[in-house]
């Protein structure tokens, strides 16, 4: 069975890191280059032209940094997959940007079949969740920072079946793995995990799951 073709672009300044990733996932035949772009102004003037499926974006570039780059992309392409891969690695930062859109976030020293890996489950679940996303999401949690976006404070009441599909999503299960857990289809669990979001006010699903660490749903 062949599997299905994702049409990925990168976003950096930097030509020799640009050729480097598209050398380390080259042989992926099932990965499209669609374009690169050495600045955020090109990034923006691109993705209108031709839309990927992946955006492999920079934090640090010249006339429109990567930060600013979501939010825009955000309003205008939900559904491109932003996988932010940068040097940097503050937590802070990582949470931030997960709640502003960016469905993972690795850094440079990635391995190249992490990379692939993000861009693989980005595709199939939405997010890619590793320990740098993890340790910071818990992070925020502990010292009760709040960084963008914030969230009642009133507990939602879910359903039992919530509950254990909130659960799973908490383990970082795919949609697949979920389905088979709680005996529904991956469309019926989308659609649960959507209305989640919705309840608690969230946009994605790194903040519907800090909202239910911080109000102690998952206790």
């Not at 997960?98 to 939405?126: F, H, R, W």
């Not at 908490?170 to 991956?186: F, G, Q, R």
């Amino acid at each position: 069975m062949n599997a299905q073709l994702i049409k990925v672009a990168i976003a950096d300044d930097h030509k020799i890191f640009r050729d480097g990733i598209k050398m380390a996932l080259s042989s992926r035949d099932h990965l499209k280059f669609l374009w690169e772009a050495e600045d955020g102004k090109d990034l923006m003037h691109k993705i209108k032209m031709k839309q990927p499926d992946v955006l492999l974006m920079d934090l640090r570039m010249p006339e429109l940094d990567g930060i600013n780059a979501i939010g825009l992309i955000r309003k205008e392409f939900e559904g491109v997959k932003i996988i932010v891969l940068t040097m940097y690695d503050d937590q802070e930062m990582i949470t931030k940007l997960m709640e502003m859109g960016a469905n993972a976030y690795l850094t440079k020293t990635s391995d190249p079949d992490e990379i692939y890996q993000a861009i693989v489950t980005c595709m199939s679940d939405d997010f890619y969740f590793n320990d740098l996303v993890n340790k910071a999401v818990l992070l925020k949690l502990q010292t009760g920072k709040k960084n963008g976006r914030t969230y009642q404070n009133i507990p939602v009441k879910f359903s039992e079946k919530e509950l254990r599909i909130l659960k799973c999503i908490a383990e970082d299960k795919t949609t697949d793995e979920i389905s088979k857990d709680v005996y529904l289809s991956p469309r019926t669990i989308e659609t649960i995990r959507q209305n989640m979001k919705q309840k608690v006010g969230a946009k994605t699903i790194a903040g519907l799951v800090m909202y239910a660490m911080r109000n102690r749903i998952l206790e």
